[in-house]
């Protein structure tokens, strides 16, 4: 667990665009955060580069099913605590999915069931589940969640290493890519590192912003994916 660079391993409905030049989006969790939450980031004449490179068009996403989950966990300097998101399909038809989405803190946790457009990916419906029973929501409750999870570079410089590898999400071992760039968080320099798999068409496995001294600005973490359908989960799908 997309931003999206709009760092965006969360979610999102939203369709704002990224220029050609801004750093490219992570997408661990989903593409639905699409292009980031922030304004545009400006880019220093000093800081130009010939060499910057935009993240080419994402796979779409491989068709979710009733039972699918994705747990992501985001941590690093950009907040005073760590978080967790679960997603998990919990209904499924022609036209929509439905996602249950978590929010933990180490507070408190956080559900809201959302209704997805199928084709286009925008929400319909958001509703809050708590003790108390199920509630509606603005569509902005659901974009503020991921939010939280949202970290934006100031600046993607140049790519600097493009290599292959495996990763692990859970137990898994997947062939993945890793590919790192150089990027300013203000006028201090940084790193990203964005981790992909084939096996994940649309997603992630993770993203980290670093200083260059070491220290975690961002991670997000897909760490861990599969299929577990419970008795309360829709048979529309099946």
Sequence with gaps: MTKPWCVALGVSVLSLGCSALAPPKVETARSELVEGQAAEPKRSKQKASSKAKARPGRARLAPRKVGDYFVHRFSGSFRSGPLTLIERVVDSDRKTVTIDYTLEDGVSDKTLRVELDRESERPRRVVEITDEGETEVPIS????????TVFAPDVNDELLVEKKQTCLVGPKELDCEVKQYRVYVGDEEARLTVTESK???????????????????????????????????????K
């Design 141 to 148: 409750a659901y974009e503020a969640m991921l939010a939280q």
């Design 199 to 237: 096996s994940l068409p649309g997603r992630d496995v993770s993203g980290e912003v670093t200083a260059v001294d070491g220290s975690v600005i961002y991670r997000a973490e897909l760490v861990e994916a599969g299929n577990t359908p419970r008795a309360s989960d829709s048979m529309a799908s």
